[in-house]
């Protein structure tokens, strides 16, 4: 399986008065091209730096990222604007759905930022995507018009529909009910299979952990274990 996100000895610090915090500390991890991988760990462990960090939104204080093949330090903000665009996709706890926009509007603006695109083509693809995740009859509701767990599938419609080879997803059930975060990770794991997209999220929940291939446990800002179930079996 070949190397898609390559962290190699990453330190991460933040100021803080006249002080540092080392919010990760010698992390080193590699995800292959269309995993389907958790970084489980509590709350202030790290998990969100180092998401933000294979994201490219951060670089790290020092050792090396790379995505697909390039140092993320390596490229200017122009270039990290482009890799974002083109090769990342982003599912947030919050949904971060903009509210005046209704669910076709949210899913295509990612396709407006990248450009190139007809409008004939966007429309094809916004509305493949969200036929994919079941929203078909509500492409015209606004965010406030949907559940918790429509907000969440128009996110990940809009993570997509860009077809990015890596969706990062920070905590995407928190704040959904244990029942609706369960159909949301198998929507993604059926989109991992069936399209190969590498997906890594992040999670403290037990029930969603269950679901990952491949699981990176995290404390104190280190990798301290870590469980393969297709390897051993389980998955």
């Known amino acids: 399986m070949a ?26 991890v590699t995800f292959g091209e269309g995993e389907f991988a958790a970084i489980a760990a509590p709350s202030g462990a790290g998990k969100t730096t180092l998401l933000n960090l294979i994201g490219c939104v951060d670089v790290p204080t020092s050792g090396v990222v ?17 890799l974002r665009l083109h090769k990342l996709g982003f599912i947030f706890q919050s949904f971060n759905l903009i509210a005046v926009l209704d669910t076709y509007q949210n899913v295509e603006f990612p396709l407006l930022l990248l450009g190139g695109m007809t409008k004939k083509e966007r429309d094809r693809r916004v509305r493949a995507i969200v036929e994919q995740v079941g929203l078909e009859k509500q492409i015209r509701h606004r965010p406030n018009e949907l559940s918790g767990g429509q907000r969440q599938r128009v996110a990940i419609a809009r993570a997509l529909v860009t077809q990015p080879r890596i969706v990062l997803a920070d905590e995407p059930t928190a704040n959904l009910d244990s029942a609706t975060g369960e159909n949301i990770i198998a929507l993604m794991k059926e989109i991992n299979r069936k399209a190969r997209t ?28 870590e469980e393969n179930r297709l390897a051993e079996g389980v998955a």
């Open 198 to 225: 590498t997906f890594i999220f992040s999670t403290h929940d037990p029930k969603v952990i269950a679901h990952a291939e491949r699981v990176i446990r995290m404390a104190d800002g280190k990798i301290v274990g």
């Open 3 to 28: 190397a898609i996100v390559e962290v190699e000895n990453v330190i991460k610090e933040y100021p803080l008065g006249k002080l540092s915090v080392r919010a990760l500390d010698g992390v080193s």
């Open 66 to 82: 790379r995505i697909d093949g390039q140092a993320t330090t390596d490229l200017s903000d122009a270039q990290l604007t482009a």
